[in-house]
């Protein structure tokens, strides 16, 4: 079979989607290095906002599963040429994520403190990031609902307009941080840590309305509920949602046990980790751009059973993803010694940094490959496999691993070694799952 895609096409999605999906943790990453210069010791300040950031990334990246089970259905429709078939589904979909965010806000922002208490946070450090938490929260509503656009443009082989949204959105997080948590002498008052959280709130907002937009400028669809009866595929949509948030819950359950045992470490240590996991969570999102453009395509390609073009789609995306990863590891090598103090100037931190950091740098090549089959399997819909995939690679890789150099006392080390174990095991399994699953599909049509 001829290869029906192209290199171009493959950038034109994933480069726009690299930018887009860089910008919630870019959000949690500007509130960090701005809140970590604010005058006085911030040490606090910055093992809480990292520690909010973390969480709502996670849940965030959980909840997002929307997008992903949505772009799978609409790519798949599109594949086989029906995309009249789901003018119903949209609205459906995109009106259950608003519910969701509420929901989650109301569930939990009164527990906010009881959360936290659970990553074993502290005294001040607590009572910032249950504070910080519930302004940030009230943003769950819009981010779903832009999120559940997002992965509609997606499905349609389009990450342009979600770029525009949420690159939008990080110029107005920035702006807005700055000048809310700094003020502007004798015309708006200096607001610290809590003026990073409205800065945030109101870029959610920004993001929300350039994607509806969007919807309602560039495609057929739109958010006008026509009946109640639910689409036919709304019950996928939601199965695949719940695999694919179970699989998420997964990925939370081990960031949950890295902040645990690093608060417990100290401070210092649960203060760098806190700017650690926000940088990986900024590669991840960054590199995952190609992950998205394999979740597109390859959710499209499978609809048609176009086997060669898939296998160009994962060489392909997968080499990109490498590059860009090794790229980004190469440029933070040379900067080693300077980024640390783009977050705080305490001392102990820095040490814990500068000694950890490397970690993280030497993993995203890794990373990148089990991220871009990780999207080609969502663009399949197999949220049943990542699920069961993620659930036993973090308790019998990430945990094992976690407790042996916990009890070697081995601090920070141990719980970025873990880290780093679990994205080899998930990179390889797909590797060779890919492999598996492609030449069973080939057979297939050679019998037929």
Not at 99 to 110: D, E, F, K, S
Not at 224 to 229: I, S
Not at 423 to 435: D, E, N, P, T
Request: glycine content about 6%; proline content about 2%.
């Amino acid at each position: 079979m001829a290869v029906k895609i192209t290199t171009s096409q493959i950038l034109k999605l994933a480069i726009p989607a690299i930018i887009a999906g860089i910008a919630e943790p870019l959000i949690s990453i500007t509130d960090l290095a701005i809140i970590g210069k604010m005058d006085g010791d911030t040490t606090n300040a910055l093992a809480a906002i990292g520690l909010v950031g973390t969480f709502l990334s996670a849940i965030i990246w959980t909840l997002a599963q929307t997008k992903t089970s949505i772009s799978s259905i609409v790519s798949n429709t599109l594949g086989e040429n029906n995309l009249d078939k789901i003018n119903q589904l949209i609205p459906q979909v995109v009106w259950l994520n608003i519910v969701l965010g509420i929901l989650i806000y109301l569930v939990t922002a009164p527990i906010a403190t009881f959360i936290f208490t659970l990553y074993k946070a502290q005294n001040d450090v607590l009572s910032i990031a249950s504070s910080y938490y519930q302004v940030r929260a009230l943003g769950f509503p819009m981010t779903l609902c832009a999120f559940a656009i997002f992965g509609i443009f997606r499905g349609l082989q389009n990450t342009s307009w979600a770029m525009i949204a949420s690159l939008s959105g990080a110029i107005v997080n920035i702006l807005l941080t700055l000048t809310l948590v700094y003020g502007i002498d004798g015309v708006i008052p200096s607001l610290g840590v809590m003026g990073a959280a409205y800065g945030s709130l109101m870029a959610q907002l920004v993001m929300l309305v350039i994607a509806i937009y969007f919807l309602y400028k560039n495609t057929v669809f739109s958010m006008r509920l026509t009946f109640w009866r639910p689409h036919e595929k709304l019950k996928k949509h939601v199965a695949l949602t719940a695999n694919f948030f179970l699989r998420t819950v997964a990925i939370n359950v081990a960031i949950y046990l890295s902040y645990r045992y690093a608060n417990q470490y100290g401070i210092a240590q649960a203060a760098a980790h806190a700017v650690l996991m926000n940088v990986w969570l900024f590669f991840s999102f960054l590199v995952d751009g190609f992950a998205n453009a394999g979740n597109a395509i390859g959710g499209k390609l499978f609809g048609s059973k176009d086997t060669a073009s898939l296998k160009y789609l994962a060489n392909k995306t997968s080499l990109y993803g490498v590059v860009i990863a090794s790229i980004l590891a190469v440029i933070c090598t040379v900067l080693y010694p300077f980024l640390g103090t783009r977050f705080t100037d305490d001392p102990d931190v820095l040490d814990i940094l500068a000694s950890t950091f490397w970690i993280v740098l030497l993993m995203q090549p890794i990373n990148a490959v089990a991220f871009v089959y990780d999207g080609i399997f969502k663009g399949w819909g197999e949220a049943s496999y990542l699920r069961n995939l993620l659930w036993l690679l973090t308790a019998f890789v990430f945990i094992p691993v976690l407790l042996t150099l916990d009890y070697l006392e081995c601090n920070l080390y141990a719980v970025w070694w873990a880290f780093f174990a679990w994205m080899i095991g998930r990179a390889a399994v797909l590797f060779f799952k890919f492999k598996s699953k492609v030449r069973a599909m080939e057979n297939k049509l050679i019998a037929k």
